[in-house]
Nanobody, 131 residues
Framework: QVQVVESGGGFVQAGGSLRLSCTASGLTFDDYAMGWFRQAPGKEREAVSCINWSGSRTAYNDSVKGRFTVSRDNRKNAVYLQMNNLKPEDTATYYC????????????????????????WGQGTQVTVSS
């Protein structure tokens, strides 16, 4: 049984930073792409950042490029999202997901919904950014 657990959310002022962590168990971690997603009230879940099995391919939502950095440590079955210069519009519940995907030359393909819509999801961690 796959389990995905996020941590690191919280309340921060605009311009601040947070680092989200996610660990996964019950799977061969380096067989899976990993992604960070977020959902604000009344909005659809959207991909924030995705990373391939090795960490060599990363993709970002245009709204977070230059501010967020995704990384993974396959020895620890962990993936991280460093979030800097946070904005009020980043407020949402952030979810981590593990999913299988083919190898792509274009890293943006790892964030395509067809690969992650049936992923193994964590319970989410709340990020609130005040103005």
């Amino acid at each position: 049984q796959v389990q995905v657990v996020e941590s690191g959310g919280g309340f921060v002022q605009a311009g601040g930073s947070l680092r989200l962590s996610c660990t996964a168990s019950g799977l061969t971690f380096d067989d899976y792409a990993m992604g960070w997603f977020r959902q604000a009230p009344g909005k659809e879940r959207e991909a924030v950042s995705c990373i391939n099995w090795s960490g060599s391919r990363t993709a970002y939502n245009d709204s977070v490029k230059g501010r967020f950095t995704v990384s993974r440590d396959n020895r620890k079955n962990a993936v991280y999202l460093q979030m800097n210069n946070l904005k009020p519009e980043d407020t949402a519940t952030y979810y981590c997901a593990a999913y299988r995907a083919p190898s792509f030359a274009d890293p943006n393909a790892y964030c395509e919904r067809q690969w992650w819509f049936s992923a193994d999801w964590g319970q989410g961690t709340q990020v609130t950014v005040s103005s």
